[in-house]
T-cell receptor, first 111, second 112 residues
Framework: DQQVKQNSPSLSVQEGRISILNCDYTNSMFDYFLWYKKYPAEGPTFLISISSIKDKNEDGRFTVFLNKSAKHLSLHIVPSQPGDSAVYFCAASGSARQLTFGSGTQLTVLP | ETGVTQTPRHLVMGMTNKKSLKCEQHLGHNAMYWYKQSAKKPLELMFVYSLEERVENNSVPSRFSPECPNSSHLFLHLHTLQPEDSALYLC???????????FGPGTRLLVL
C-alpha cells in the first residue's frame, strides 16, 4: 500500500497562472516532506521542503503548504512558466531519514 | 565534474550477462542510495549505504549486488537479470542524517 500518494498523474496550466500539485500521505510518523522536479533524461532535482513543525515554506515562486491533520501537502507555483513543465514528485521522511516517494504528477505549462 | 554522475546512461543486456552500474558523487556526502523507477510507479529504495556500510536492503533480489568502496563511489552489480528488471536506476547521495538527497541522471536499463 502506497504511503505517499499523488492522485493526479497530470496537470495542465496556462502560463502565468498558478499551478497546484497535491500529495497525500498515510503514515503519521512522517515529519519531513520534500518536492522534487524531474525533466526527461535527468534525475530528480530537489525543489523545496518543509518540516512538520511548519505549515508553510516559501522559496521564490514555489510555496509548499502542509496540513498535518489532513495528512496533505501541496506545492504552489506562481506564476507558472513553460520551463516548469516537468514531473513533480512528493517525498516524505520519518525517523529513519529515508525517503518514500509518490508516483509523480506531470505538469505541463502551456504558453 | 560536479554533483552526482552515473555511468552508463543506457544499458541493454541479456538475461545471462553480468554488468555493473557506477555512481560517483562530488558533493562531499557520506550516504549513498540506489533507487529503481519503473514506468508510472514511485521511486523504490533498493539500498542505502551510510559511512560506507550498508544500512538498508529493501528485500531486493540477490541478482542485484551493491558495492560501496568509499564514500564517493557506489556500484550496482547485475547478473542473471529478468525482463521485469528493466527500469531507470537512480543513484543519490546525502549527508548522513539529512533528508535532502541529490540524484544522478540515472541509467536506463533494458533486459532482453
Amino acid at each position: 500500500d502506497q504511503q505517499v500518494k499523488q492522485n493526479s498523474p497530470s496537470l495542465s496550466v496556462q502560463e502565468g497562472r498558478i499551478s497546484i500539485l497535491n500529495c497525500d500521505y498515510t503514515n503519521s510518523m512522517f515529519d519531513y516532506f520534500l518536492w522534487y522536479k524531474k525533466y526527461p533524461a535527468e534525475g530528480p532535482t530537489f525543489l523545496i521542503s518543509i518540516s512538520s513543525i511548519k505549515d508553510k515554506n516559501e522559496d521564490g515562486r514555489f510555496t509548499v503548504f502542509l496540513n498535518k491533520s489532513a495528512k496533505h501537502l501541496s506545492l504552489h507555483i506562481v506564476p507558472s512558466q513553460p520551463g516548469d513543465s516537468a514531473v513533480y514528485f512528493c517525498a516524505a521522511s520519518g525517523s529513519a531519514r529515508q525517503l518514500t516517494f509518490g508516483s509523480g504528477t506531470q505538469l505541463t505549462v502551456l504558453p | 565534474e560536479t554533483g552526482v554522475t552515473q555511468t552508463p546512461r543506457h544499458l541493454v543486456m541479456g538475461m545471462t550477462n553480468k554488468k555493473s552500474l557506477k555512481c560517483e558523487q562530488h558533493l562531499g556526502h557520506n550516504a549513498m542510495y540506489w533507487y529503481k523507477q519503473s514506468a508510472k510507479k514511485p521511486l523504490e529504495l533498493m539500498f542505502v549505504y551510510s559511512l560506507e556500510e550498508r544500512v538498508e536492503n529493501n528485500s531486493v533480489p540477490s541478482r542485484f549486488s551493491p558495492e560501496c568502496p568509499n564514500s564517493s563511489h557506489l556500484f550496482l552489480h547485475l547478473h542473471t537479470l529478468q525482463p521485469e528488471d528493466s527500469a531507470l536506476y537512480l543513484c543519490a547521495s546525502s549527508l548522513q542524517g539529512s533528508e535532502t538527497q541529490y540524484f544522478g541522471p540515472g541509467t536506463r536499463l533494458l533486459v532482453l
